[in-house]
């Protein structure tokens, strides 16, 4: 463990702990943050209001529209000359949004990340290879810092240049690679083109994250590459990579409970939901200074789950991502999540693990298309079986999804690869269609 004290601190310790910082954070931006002070005037709540963990609850919920009202650094809690860095999202579903980070906040990230390394098997003989972009956002910094912390060595690779990543992963024997899960997907793909053997690197794990992705894929990824494919979650409003992080034993992400009191929410109606119910994941930071946030709506579906974790660590670890609440279709009043659709793909045969969805409208009805690619031209020239094929995934996705999608073959290696977050759906609902 990196950090035992705290790793398996007890939950009444914790929990002490968590409601000495929330009360700090509290006072600490109703005096500092002018958005917090009127927010929490308005609901009529001063420091002194929150006398109990379950206070939290009193406390209104701050949006990623909040973030953007206030751009580029409205909600930071301290002057300028106090921010050593600035990062920003990666704009997956819009404007991006700014934060910056205090020396304090850099050494709380870097202590984050190196637990999360830790607990999925890094050490510091180990040669991590960092294929996140660089850059305003948040993961290659984030691991970079983390993994150095641990005494790891850190190849700042970034992202892109793929036949480069295997070069370099040979040459310099990486034995853990940090990247997205489906550029780790695409990086299998090019090192199987180049003729060079998962025997013929010396890479062990890998710590994935920055976007969702399902048990299938985890197995896809470890089987490719011979690795413990290990996941990680953050958000740059929150701090980056570090919010969470999976042991070896991958049940679930560990949260670093002592800078991030997390609660699940349901999304409609805002109410704080019960252990193991799964909703949209809520986070309150404790201990950041440069940009606090107060119960701060993620739009990301998890659950908690308290039970013991063979690691030993205590601390609550949240499920798989099911999605983010922004990338949930409703496709003729059914909810539907990219996830679900490569849950079936992937376990389907004769198909590569690349996908996408595109929605339309025919009049009033949504339709959903998925493109599917063929694994190799092997059955390119069989129409019968190709049709079969088709009909297969085009029930095994009704029978998950309860609506009836179409199937688009597609020839291999013919989706576009992504090097950083996979876009898989595209919606064109909103534009005019011929
Ligand atoms: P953006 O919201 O523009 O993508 P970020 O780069 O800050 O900006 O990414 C944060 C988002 O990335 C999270 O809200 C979440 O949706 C997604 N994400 C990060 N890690 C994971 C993960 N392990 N599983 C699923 N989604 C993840
Ligand atoms: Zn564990």
Same mark, same amino acid.
């Given at each position: 463990?990196?950090?035992?004290?705290?790793?398996?601190?007890?939950?009444?310790?914790?929990?002490?702990?968590?409601? =000495? =910082?929330?009360?700090?954070? %509290?006072?600490? *931006?109703?005096?500092?943050?002018?958005?917090? =002070?009127?927010?929490?005037?308005?609901?009529?709540?001063?420091?002194?209001?929150?006398?109990?963990?379950?206070?939290?609850?009193?406390?209104?919920?701050?949006?990623?529209?909040?973030?953007?009202?206030?751009?580029?650094?409205?909600?930071?809690?301290?002057?300028?000359? $106090?921010?050593?860095?600035? &990062?920003?999202?990666?704009?997956?579903?819009?404007?991006?949004?700014?934060?910056?980070?205090?020396?304090?906040?850099?050494?709380?990230?870097?202590?984050? /990340?190196?637990?999360?390394?830790?607990?999925?098997?890094?050490?510091?003989?180990?040669?991590?290879?960092?294929?996140?972009?660089?850059?305003? +956002?948040?993961?290659?910094?984030?691991?970079?810092?983390?993994?150095?912390?641990?005494?790891?060595? /850190?190849?700042?690779?970034?992202?892109?240049?793929?036949?480069?990543?295997i070069m370099i992963m040979q040459d310099y024997k990486s034995t853990i690679l940090v990247s997205t899960p489906s550029y780790a997907l695409y990086m299998a793909e090019v090192m199987e083109d180049l003729? *060079?053997?998962?025997?013929? @690197?010396?890479?062990?794990?890998?710590?994935?994250?920055?976007?969702?992705?399902?048990?299938?894929?985890?197995?896809?990824?470890?089987?490719?590459?011979?690795?413990?494919? !290990?996941?990680?979650?953050?958000?740059?409003?929150?701090?980056?990579?570090?919010?969470?992080?999976?042991?070896?034993?991958?049940?679930?992400?560990?949260?670093?409970?002592?800078?991030? @009191?997390?609660?699940?929410?349901?999304?409609?109606?805002?109410?704080?939901?019960?252990?193991?119910?799964?909703?949209?994941?809520?986070?309150?930071?404790?201990?950041?200074?440069?940009?606090?946030?107060?119960?701060?709506? !993620?739009k990301d579906i998890t659950c908690l789950m308290y039970e013991p974790c063979p690691c030993g660590r205590t601390s609550v670890r949240m499920h798989k991502i099911q999605g983010r609440t922004d990338d949930?279709?409703?496709?003729?009043? *059914?909810? %539907? +999540?990219?996830?679900? %659709?490569?849950?079936?793909?992937?376990?389907?045969?004769?198909?590569?693990?690349?996908?996408?969805?595109?929605?339309?409208? $025919?009049?009033? @009805?949504?339709?959903?298309?998925? %493109?599917?690619?063929?694994?190799?031209?092997?059955?390119?020239?069989?129409?019968?079986?190709?049709?079969?094929?088709?009909? &297969?995934? =085009?029930?095994?996705? &009704?029978v998950v999804l309860g609506i009836d999608a179409k199937v688009q073959l597609a020839e291999p290696k013919t989706i576009e690869r992504s090097v950083g977050k996979a876009k898989r759906v595209i919606d064109?609902?909103?534009?005019?269609?011929?």
């Open positions: 463990m990196w950090n035992k004290e705290i790793e398996t601190m007890s939950r009444k310790d914790m929990q002490a702990l968590q409601l =000495r =910082r929330l009360q700090a954070t %509290v006072k600490r *931006v109703y005096n500092k943050v002018p958005f917090y =002070r009127k927010k929490l005037d308005e609901a009529g709540i001063t420091p002194d209001s929150i006398k109990t963990l379950e206070d939290i609850k009193k406390i209104p919920f701050t949006v990623k529209d909040d973030l953007r009202d206030n751009y580029p650094f409205g909600l930071f809690a301290v002057p300028m000359k $106090n921010i050593v860095r600035i &990062h920003a999202s990666s704009g997956t579903t819009g404007k991006p949004t700014t934060v910056g980070y205090t020396a304090a906040d850099l050494d709380m990230w870097s202590e984050c /990340v190196a637990r999360l390394a830790t607990m999925a098997g890094a050490t510091a003989d180990d040669t991590a290879q960092i294929a996140f972009g660089y850059g305003l +956002f948040t993961g290659a910094f984030g691991l970079h810092y983390g993994l150095e912390k641990i005494g790891a060595t /850190v190849i700042p690779m970034s992202s892109g240049n793929t036949e480069k990543q003729g *060079v053997k998962k025997s013929d @690197i010396c890479l062990k794990v890998g710590l994935f994250g920055a976007e969702g992705s399902t048990e299938e894929m985890r197995a896809e990824l470890e089987k490719r590459w011979g690795i413990i494919a !290990t996941e990680n979650y953050g958000m740059s409003e929150l701090i980056g990579p570090g919010v969470s992080g999976e042991c070896i034993h991958k049940t679930g992400m560990h949260i670093n409970e002592d800078f991030f @009191i997390p609660e699940i929410i349901n999304s409609e109606t805002g109410e704080v939901l019960p252990e193991g119910e799964f909703g949209e994941l809520v986070i309150t930071t404790v201990s950041k200074e440069g940009i606090p946030l107060l119960r701060y709506r !993620t949930m279709l409703i496709i003729r009043g *059914v909810n %539907v +999540f990219p996830t679900q %659709v490569e849950s079936v793909l992937l376990g389907i045969e004769h198909i590569s693990p690349h996908y996408q969805l595109v929605v339309t409208k $025919n009049g009033y @009805i949504d339709e959903l298309k998925v %493109v599917v690619e063929l694994e190799d031209s092997s059955l390119l020239d069989s129409f019968s079986r190709l049709e079969s094929l088709e009909k &297969h995934i =085009r029930h095994k996705l &009704h064109l609902r909103g534009e005019k269609q011929k």
